[in-house]
């Protein structure tokens, strides 16, 4: 079974660093690109970063130049290093990963970021 952890959520003040890692069990990771999600009350969940298997990285508009995604192949791990938060980062942070084997996509249970001001 699929199987995403988070963690590294926690209540930070503007401008600090917060880093959030995603274990991923029950699947070949390296074969498989990665993405950070982000959730607010009464929302559509939001797609923040996303690694490709191969290293390539997006970002919503909102989080360039702040927020870095990696992956570490051997550890099966993904991490999101966010800088410079801000009020409106706090939020519920998922990692997701969609199987091609099984053609669902699969969801961590989030971490809560709150950034307070």
């Known amino acids: 079974q699929v199987q995403l952890v988070e963690s590294g959520g926690d209540l930070i003040q503007p401008g600090e660093s917060l880093r959030l890692s995603c274990v991923v069990s029950g699947m070949q990771f390296s074969l498989y690109d990665i993405d950070w999600y982000r959730q607010t009350p009464g929302n559509e969940r939001e797609l923040v970063a996303a690694i490709s298997r191969g290293g390539s990285t997006n970002y919503v508009d909102s989080v360039k130049g702040r927020f870095t995604i990696s992956r570490d192949n051997a550890k099966k791990t993904v991490y999101l290093q966010m800088n410079s938060l801000k009020p409106e980062d706090t939020a519920v942070y998922f990692c997701?990963?969609?199987?091609?084997?099984?053609?669902?996509?699969?969801w961590g249970q989030g971490t809560q970021v709150t950034v307070s001001s």
């Open positions: 997701s990963v969609f199987s091609t084997f099984s053609s669902r996509r699969y």
